[in-house]
Antibody
């Protein structure tokens, strides 16, 4: 059974770049026709899809975040990463990494809280 | 703001049935499969339903899904206290080229 684990700083200063990594275990990130996604959830609010990268390397991003987001894959480490630049307090949220297909997210990480504050 | 609309909350007594609607458009629900996710308090979301009405292994048949046109519905029968959670629909939006989630519905067992 595949497992996903987010890691990265829990505190980021305003205007800086939020960087998170998702380590995949129990399966190769480069095998299968999977999408590898990032999703976030501010406290007390709903889920917001950030973007995803396909096994081929192609990406899709949330139009509202597209100018600030980059998702990449490191197959040698079986990891994929999220970079979100120019962060503000509005980017404070629990960030989840996930695996799925085009219309469904089948596996989720446990989530990691990132707070944007000086 | 989300392009998929759900009621903020639904409630019923133990053993009863609840339904949760998810309203979208032709660019999302109308032309793509819908999934449903359950988020228990303090935990990550979990897949409940995929491809409109299919259940992953381990999901009891008390949970069911359906789709008609640009709307989808999640049904929960034999409601249990352990079903108290937030529920989200989700699908791909071809116009946005983005995955979209519903606004979320909180289920309360009275």
């Amino acid at each position: 059974q595949v497992q996903l684990q987010e890691s990265g700083p829990g505190l980021v200063k305003p205007s800086q770049t939020l960087s998170l990594t998702c380590t995949v275990s129990g399966g190769s990130i480069s095998s299968g026709n999977f999408y590898w996604s990032w999703i976030r959830q501010p406290a007390g609010k709903g889920l917001e899809w950030i973007g995803r990268i396909y096994s081929s390397g192609s990406t899709n991003y949330n139009p509202s975040l597209k100018s600030r987001v980059t998702i990449s894959v490191d197959t040698s480490k079986n990891q994929f990463s999220l970079n979100l630049n120019s962060v503000t307090a509005a980017d404070t949220a629990v960030y989840y990494c996930a695996r799925g297909y085009i219309t469904v997210t089948t596996n989720w990480g446990q989530g990691t809280l990132v707070t944007v504050s000086s | 703001q989300s392009v998929l609309t759900q009621p903020p909350s639904v409630s019923a007594a133990p053993g009863q049935k609840v339904t949760i609607s998810c309203s979208g458009s032709s660019s999302n629900i109308g032309n793509n499969y819908v999934s449903w996710y359950q988020q228990l308090p303090g935990t990550a979301p979990k897949l409940l339903i995929f491809e409109n009405n299919k259940r992953p292994s381990g999901i009891p048949d008390r949970f069911s899904g359906s789709k008609s046109g640009t709307s989808a519905t999640l049904g929960i029968t034999g409601l249990q206290t352990g079903d108290e959670a937030d529920y989200y629909c989700g699908t791909w939006d071809g116009s946005l080229s983005a995955y979209v989630f519903g606004t979320g519905t909180k289920v309360t067992v009275l």
